[in-house]
């Protein structure tokens, strides 16, 4: 059987027929050519795609749903995150899908996802559009890139475990279809599709590949986290493997970029029993305000060929993007290959973790700037998942609000947050892993009071918790959190790291940090009633 008699059985299976052209694993330079001559995207300076994701300028979080069928209903956390969808509503819209693209062209792109070949699950990604190919190509582990044979061997990746089908430019009907809006991402774990729709954000391949890796990976004792990692090594020891969770602004991707040492990945990881190991093969950062000399690594990275921007300010004279422009959305991403970062490991595996590392951008300003966890405390704010929202960012927030997401990525949880928090807390214990909390967020007060933490101040208390400097300094036990807090760290003044001596109002400070910490017992009693047995 030729390629080509193999992909288009492939797709006859899936109940794509009649299709138009069928582009199958194009390359690189060949998907450039494609989107530019569909007017998908622009060329601009230095190599980088421009493009545009209309209407939908981020994940469509109450447009995800879950197909509540048999094999895995016992099995899905339920509720805000994956709201259930009647088996015959997914089988509608999807023989919809089929007769939409009949006569159509579609792109394919089979990839590997896991970095770990013990892990890796085979994954095909069919789409309408060029540069959402050159997305999974971009994002995704490539086989002939990690020695799966040449390029032109089509069966090196295996039959897909998941296909993912993207159809942006067709759009469900609420009323017929039970959906919240025109867009829709519609995850069969039973049948292994995962089916987008009405939405051209890139972001939703990834999150749903992401989704997908959440629900099969604890079957096979594997921690998924939505969390970046990087490696360095210790004088005379082995390597030190480092885990950095944390929401969107925390600072994950930026403290995990790290001149000094190798960035493994910069988002999805697993944890297995000997390694650590990067889902992808790319990086998807957000670009808004991106400089060159506070994150140079990054920048030079969404410069090249090969890199996609969405919704960045561009000059279609010039050819020139511009960071600071977010009249489109704050939101403003790039898609590159994690060869771009020149200290990075790819396919991107490593040891046992040495240090896990919470980030939290604390809006009140009571949070310190770090402290030692104990596996137990490790495991409590891994179920809080906290950051906090300050005023600007949403519509009617005009304080400081704080946001729980447990697992640090709760919309992307296929089951209950609580699978995994055991899991994180056995696999601590068992590998002797030092946790810590770094607070990225305000300090000497709340926002519009404090000061934004100093970067270079929370990268010398980082190193210096990496490094084992902070392994025999003296800690104090804060009484509001029970957080041990040390009271020196290199490079770093003694008041900063004793959030309630950079206040000027010890009542105000006091009163603060007492109403989050009621906060924090309440959602996580919460979190614990809500857990399976």
Not at 14 to 30: H, I, K, Q, S
Not at 133 to 154: E, H
Not at 209 to 235: C, Q, W
Not at 454 to 473: F, H, S, W, Y
Request: proline share 6%.
């Amino acid at each position: 059987m030729t390629a080509s008699e193999h992909i288009h059985d492939a797709l006859h299976e899936l109940g794509l027929n009649n299709l138009e052209a069928v582009f199958w694993d194009l390359p690189t330079p060949r998907l450039y050519e494609h989107a530019i001559r569909n007017r998908e995207g622009h060329l601009a300076h230095k190599g980088a795609l421009v493009v545009r994701t209309g209407h939908f300028t981020g994940r469509a979080v109450k447009d995800k749903f879950v197909v509540d069928e048999p094999a895995s209903h016992d099995k899905v956390w339920w509720g805000t995150f994956n709201r259930p969808l009647p088996e015959d509503r997914f089988d509608a819209i999807y023989q919809r899908v089929c007769r939409y693209l009949e006569g159509q062209q579609v792109y394919v792109e089979d990839c590997l996802v896991g970095a770990d070949s013990q892990y890796e699950k085979p994954v095909r990604v069919i789409t309408q559009d060029a540069w959402h190919a050159l997305f999974a190509r971009t994002m995704f582990v490539r086989p002939v890139d990690i020695g799966r044979g040449p390029a032109s061997d089509k069966s090196n990746t295996g039959e897909p475990e998941f296909t993912v089908i993207h159809v942006p430019h067709f759009h469900a009907m609420p009323s017929q279809d039970g959906t919240h809006s025109e867009a829709f991402v519609l995850l069969h774990m039973g049948k292994r599709i995962a089916l987008i729709g009405g939405t051209s954000y890139a972001g939703e391949i990834k999150k749903s590949i992401f989704t997908i890796m959440n629900y099969l990976l604890p079957d096979e004792d594997v921690l998924p986290m939505h969390a970046s990692a990087n490696v360095g090594r210790k004088k005379g020891e082995a390597d030190d493997v480092a885990i950095f969770f944390g929401l969107s602004g925390t600072g994950k991707t930026t403290l995990s970029s790290d001149p000094k040492r190798k960035l493994i990945g910069d988002d999805e990881h697993g944890w297995s029993d000997h390694d650590v190991f990067n889902f992808e093969g790319g990086c998807y950062a957000k670009v808004a305000k991106l400089s060159k000399e506070k994150e140079p690594m990054i920048y030079e990275a969404t410069k090249r060929f090969g890199t996609i921007l969405e919704n960045v300010g561009f000059n279609v004279v010039t050819r020139r993007v511009d960071y600071d422009d977010i009249s489109l959305t704050e939101n403003t991403r790039a898609a590159y290959p994690i060869q771009a970062i020149p200290n990075a490991i790819y396919p991107g595996v490593a040891g046992q973790p040495s240090n896990i590392i919470m980030l939290t951008a604390d809006a009140f300003g009571v949070l310190p700037p770090i402290a030692k966890l104990t596996p137990e405390q490790a495991m409590r704010y891994f179920l809080l998942g906290y950051t906090a929202k300050v005023a600007g960012t949403e519509a009617g927030i005009t304080e400081p609000e704080a946001t729980f997401s447990p697992c640090f990525g709760a919309p992307f949880m296929a089951r209950h947050p609580k699978v995994y928090a055991d899991m994180l807390g056995h696999k601590i214990q068992q590998q002797q892993v030092s946790c810590w909390l770094i607070n990225t967020g305000w300090s000497g007060g709340p926002y519009g009071i404090g000061k934004r933490m100093d970067i270079d101040a929370t990268r010398a208390m980082l190193n210096a918790a990496l490094t084992g400097e902070l392994d025999d300094v003296c800690y104090r036990r804060d009484d509001i959190f029970g957080l041990s807090i040390p009271q020196s760290c290199p490079g770093v003044e003694a008041q900063i790291l004793n959030p309630a001596s950079t206040w000027q109002d010890s009542v105000a400070y006091e009163k603060t940090a007492r109403q989050l910490a009621e906060q924090f017992d309440s959602r996580y009693t919460d979190m614990l009633d809500e857990a399976p047995e």
